[in-house]
């Protein structure tokens, strides 16, 4: 078997990783392995999506912009989700923009194709609804998160999301990107960012971040972080397939 090859039989992604594997094999041949560099847009708020990603290696950054060019975080999309859902949901056009936060690989799909499997009504049916409702979750939790909580708890509950979705403890971010994903001033990420590094929680230096005590960093974060995670765990880390993988 050639290194493409293992590539399809084995995906990283996990909502295809937890398909039957007679459905999984149906994709693979509209499936496209592709390199996401940083920055790159994959669609833009009012435009139609032509191309649906399930990222393996990479993190994309769902956002949402005010008319002052203003941007705030609304979703990461990593290896347990897939970017596109407005596909699924009987229309293409959405009111986001998605973009690589972070480079890495994807397994691409046209957008048609993933339609009319979906309209199937088969498993991966069943499983794009468990991940949209999860991810209703998470939007609903982040929602009262950015009302009722400080900054100190949604950067250290960011932080920990970011390290789940990428499975790594070190990632490049700067404190420009994080303040625009967290909706807030720079000024704020940089005390946020410092009250945590020195409690020994995580290290900063140009842009590179290290998570060094994780309880500690758990403890500091809101309730949120495990709200999420616990309701991604419960609709999707139970699939009834042997191939599927943990989810968190």
């Known amino acids: 078997m050639s290194l493409d090859e293992n590539i399809f039989q084995q995906p990283s992604n996990k909502l295809l990783a937890a398909l039957p594997?007679?459905?999984?094999?149906?994709?693979?041949?509209?499936?496209?392995?592709?390199?996401?560099?940083?920055?790159?847009?994959?669609?833009?708020a009012g435009e139609p999506i032509t191309q649906v990603y399930f990222p393996e290696k990479s993190m994309i950054s769902i956002v949402t912009t005010m008319e002052d060019g203003s941007t705030a975080e609304v979703g990461i999309v990593s290896s347990e989700g897939m970017v596109g859902i407005p596909v699924i949901l009987g229309n293409r056009i959405t009111t986001t923009t998605s973009f690589v936060q972070i480079s890495g690989t994807a397994m691409q799909m046209n957008a048609d194709v993933l339609r009319a499997e979906f309209n199937r009504g088969e498993a991966l049916q069943n499983l794009l609804l468990c991940y949209v409702q999860a991810i209703y979750s998470e939007l609903a939790q982040a929602a009262a998160c950015n009302r009722l909580h400080t900054l100190d708890e949604r950067l250290a509950r960011w932080l920990l999301t970011v390290s789940d979705r990428m499975e790594s403890e070190d990632f490049l971010l700067t404190q420009e990107f994080i303040a625009q994903m967290l909706g807030v001033r720079r000024s704020g990420v940089t005390v946020a960012a410092s009250t945590l590094s020195q409690a020994g929680m995580i290290s900063y230096k140009r842009g590179h971040i290290s998570i060094l005590n994780r309880e500690d960093l758990e403890a500091t974060s809101c309730e949120c972080y495990r709200v999420i995670?616990?309701?991604?765990?419960?609709?999707?880390?139970?699939?009834?397939?042997?191939?599927?993988?943990?989810?968190?």
């Open 21 to 44: 594997a007679s459905e999984y094999q149906r994709l693979v041949p509209h499936l496209k392995l592709v390199s996401l560099e940083v920055h790159q847009i994959l669609f833009k």
């Open 229 to 248: 995670q616990n309701e991604f765990a419960r609709l999707l880390g139970k699939m009834p397939n042997n191939r599927a993988k943990k989810f968190f």
